[in-house]
Structures are given as C-alpha cells and as structure tokens.
C-alpha cells in the first residue's frame, strides 16, 4: 500500500523563525512529489518536484526533493502569521498514461506566534 | 478566471440517506478527481474522471458513485451513508492537454451525518 509520511505533525514558532517541514514516502508508482498549504479549505499549490537534487524556490518557500532516500523537506525562512496552516504533502503515483492520483500525508499544521 | 467550484458548501445528512455533491472544473480542464478528507487527515483519493469515464478508483466501497458530464463538470454520490462518510470532499480538477499535473482544487463540501 502506497504511503507518504509527514513530520512533524504539529510545529509553533515564532515570527522570524525558520522552519523545515519533511515528507517520506514508500509508493509503487512515484511520478512526481506535490506539496499543498491548506487554510481553510481548499488546498493550494505550492510546489512539483519530479527530479532529485534540484530545489525550487518561490519567495521564502523552498522544497527539495531526494529520489535515493525517498523524501523532501519544505523550508519556510523568516516566517509569518500568514504562513499558519496545514502543509500537505502528496506523490502522484498515477496509473498509465495520463492518469493522476495524488496519495497524501496527514498534514504538518504550522502555528506561527507574532 | 473562475476556478474550480463546488456544491453545496455545507450538508447534513442523516445515517442512511443518499447524497449528491457537485463540482464545476477550472475552466480549461478536462480531469476531476474526487478527494476525502476527515477530520485531521489528509486527503484521500476517491476516484478521477475523464471523458465521462472512472479513470482510477480508491480503496472505497461502491457506495461511492460518480459521473461526468459532457461540460466537464462531475457528481459524487453516496449511498447508504455512514456516520463515517462525514468528512470534507474536496474536488480537484486537471488537465491532459499539457505536461503538467498540477491539481487545482475546490472549497470543498462539508458533509455531517447524524
């Protein structure tokens, strides 16, 4: 049975701190890792990583990804109270074709305190 | 730019009823999946819809039905509905005609059965 594992599971800090979220998977069928922020409701992208080694970068936010050791991490720099919420990770381990099926951790919910 | 849409935002239910949740894909996108999410959970993976046809199906009961239109636009239906089945339903639309396999998702439906 395909897994992806987050920790930690809950994290509070402080504004201004650093943080760095982790992913660990075991799927049959890896295509490609996702990482997801949820706030309330419905979950927004973040980053796709498909290549090992190569970080992607949007602001504060940063993920890689390592195919060896089957895991990523998202670092957050100088966090904001804006950055609280649950970061999901998720491995797409489509079908054939063009098939999608993202199977995803339980969520790492990120309190950041003023 | 409408994004992806849902109906209705909140729902009650009563143990065994039957009920019909509705979603409307970002415009340009052909794939909707549909997506569990409990209380504390992750997502998980329901089934996906291409082309009016169940692509890929999770590890849920039969209970779990869907459908496709012409338009794009999906249902999820469940029968015989469980106190369990209460959750968040998230749908998640996508599309074949790039490389990319970005999902974009919905509010999401909150589902309570009493």
């Known amino acids: 049975e395909d897994k992806v594992v987050q920790s930690p599971l809950s994290l509070v800090v402080h504004e201004g701190d650093t943080v760095t979220l982790n992913c660990s998977y075991e799927?049959?069928?890896?295509?490609?890792l996702l990482w997801y922020k949820q706030e309330k409701k419905a979950p927004t992208f973040l980053f796709m990583l498909?290549?090992?080694?190569i970080e992607k970068k949007s602001g504060r936010l940063s993920s890689i990804l390592d195919k060896k050791e089957l895991f990523s991490i998202l670092n957050i720099t100088a966090t904001q109270t804006g950055d609280s919420a649950i970061y999901l990770c998720?491995?797409?381990?489509?079908?054939?074709?063009?098939?999608?099926?993202?199977?995803f951790g339980k969520g790492t919910l990120l309190t950041v305190n003023p | 730019d409408a994004g992806v849409t849902q109906s209705p935002t909140h729902l009650i239910k009563t143990r065994g009823q039957q009920v019909t949740l509705r979603c409307s894909p970002k415009s340009g996108h052909d794939t909707v999946s549909w997506y569990q999410q409990a209380l504390g959970q992750g997502p998980q993976f329901i089934f996906q819809y291409y082309e009016e046809e169940e692509r890929q199906r999770g590890n849920f009961p039969d209970r779990f039905s869907g459908h496709q239109f012409p338009n794009y636009s999906s249902e999820l239906n469940v029968n015989a509905l469980l106190l369990g089945d209460s959750a968040l339903y998230l749908c998640?639309?996508?599309?074949?005609?790039?490389?990319?396999?970005?999902?974009?998702f919905g509010p999401g439906t909150r589902l309570t059965v009493t």
């Open positions: 498909t290549s090992s080694g």
């Open positions: 998640a639309s996508s599309t074949r005609a790039t490389m990319s396999r970005e999902q974009y």
């Open positions: 799927v049959t069928n890896f295509r490609s």
């Open positions: 998720a491995v797409d381990t489509g079908g054939g074709g063009s098939n999608y099926k993202l199977t």
